[in-house]
């Protein structure tokens, strides 16, 4: 099984940078991912690790560590359209996906 | 637009009642899934389904049945809804199979409310 832990709340400033972070245990390991929800929609897929290092996509930018178990969102020059549910998810040998239970943003003015 | 197509939207449910909440997808994925949403607990995996014809269970299957009979449709039923079944549900697809991202292309949600 998985077990996924993220912070529950953070708040920035618009056009601040933010880092969400996020440490699995797993029992079989197949790829990181991060999907972005905001409030009343559903989750959209923001990006996609397999191997340790940065991915990088525009404004947001995910870390991986497979031998800490921890990945880490960036998200640079916030914008107010950016306060959001950000969900770290790991897939496992089998495929499936398990979530945390997502770390809420709020972007201030 | 393609996607992930699933009814009702919300529905207010009688506990001991039976319901069907329907999924359909348009992308020709493989594999499908259903997830309940519960504050302060994320998206927990009720049952999936990796091709037509198969399914399987999640991290929280008990009270819920699906069924795989095409590409298509994956319909989730309650057949004796309890008030712990309030949530909203949600209705996911992907390509399948072990090569790439696969990511999980999300239906719009379902509200339900078990009284």
């Known amino acids: 099984g998985q077990n996924i832990d993220q912070p529950t709340e953070m708040t920035a400033t618009e056009g601040a940078i933010v880092q969400i972070n996020c440490t699995y245990q797993t029992s079989g390991f197949n790829g990181l991912f991060w999907y972005q929800q905001h409030a009343g929609e559903a989750p959209t897929f923001l990006s996609y690790?397999?191997?340790?290092g940065l991915e990088e996509k525009g404004r947001f930018s995910s870390f991986l560590s497979r031998s800490k178990g921890y990945s880490y969102l960036l998200l640079k020059e916030l914008q107010m359209k950016d306060s959001a549910s950000y969900l770290c998810a790991v897939r496992d040998s089998d495929y499936k996906l398990s979530f945390g239970a997502g770390t809420t943003v709020t972007v201030r003015a | 637009t393609a996607g992930i197509t699933q009814a009702p939207t919300s529905q207010i449910l009688a506990a001991g009642r039976s319901m069907t909440q329907r999924c359909t997808q348009d992308?020709?994925?493989?594999?499908m899934y259903w997830y309940r949403q519960d504050l302060g607990l994320g998206l927990r995996l009720i049952h999936y389904?990796?091709?037509?014809?198969?399914?399987g269970k999640g991290e929280v299957p008990d009270g819920y049945s699906v069924s795989r009979a095409n590409t298509d449709d994956f319909p989730l039923t309650l057949a004796s809804a309890v008030p712990s079944q309030t949530s909203v549900y949600f209705c996911?697809?992907?390509?399948?199979?072990?090569?790439?991202?696969?990511?999980?292309?999300f239906g719009a949600g379902s509200r339900l409310t078990v009284l």
């Open positions: 389904s990796n091709t037509a014809g198969t399914t």
């Open positions: 992308m020709r994925h493989n594999a």
């Open positions: 996911a697809s992907s390509p399948g199979g072990p090569s790439g991202a696969n990511v999980l292309t």
């Open positions: 690790n397999v191997l340790d």
